[in-house]
């Protein structure tokens, strides 16, 4: 499978920003999804997760309550919203993909996109 991640952009504190990743090659509806970031210096880290269907969810702490991962296997596309941005969001977001069991280290995905920044200004 082929990911494509877009949305990202340049906001304000307190602003919402919609990723989407968008993938191709094979039936989406078989892997289970997931963005992490990477902001410079630090390590990849894990935003949120999303079962093969949409029921399954889960957050990284600093996620809970503002944004919200959701997934359209019609489409092929998983949806990251975010709101109440913050700049310490600052990072570039890259989406991910795995046929096996979900989870929040890198290593469990298997297939990524090529990320998109997310930038956020005080």
């Known amino acids: 499978v082929q990911l494509q991640a877009s949305g990202g952009g340049l906001v304000q504190t307190g602003d919402s920003l919609r990723l989407s990743c968008a993938a191709s090659?094979?039936?989406?509806?078989?892997?289970?999804a997931a963005w992490f970031r990477q902001a410079p210096g630090k390590e990849r880290e894990f935003v949120a997760l999303?079962?093969?269907?949409?029921?399954?969810?889960y957050y990284g702490d600093f996620a809970k309550g503002r944004f919200s991962i959701s997934r359209d296997n019609a489409e092929n596309t998983v949806y990251l919203q975010m709101n109440n941005l913050k700049p310490e969001d600052t990072a570039v977001y890259y989406c991910?993909?795995?046929?096996?069991?979900?989870?929040?280290?890198?290593?469990?995905?298997?297939?990524w996109g090529q990320g998109t920044q997310v930038t956020v200004s005080s």
């Open positions: 999303i079962g093969r269907s949409d029921v399954t969810t």
């Open positions: 991910a993909a795995t046929t096996g069991a979900i989870a929040t280290v890198a290593r469990n995905y298997d297939y």
């Open positions: 090659g094979r039936t989406f509806s078989s892997y289970a």
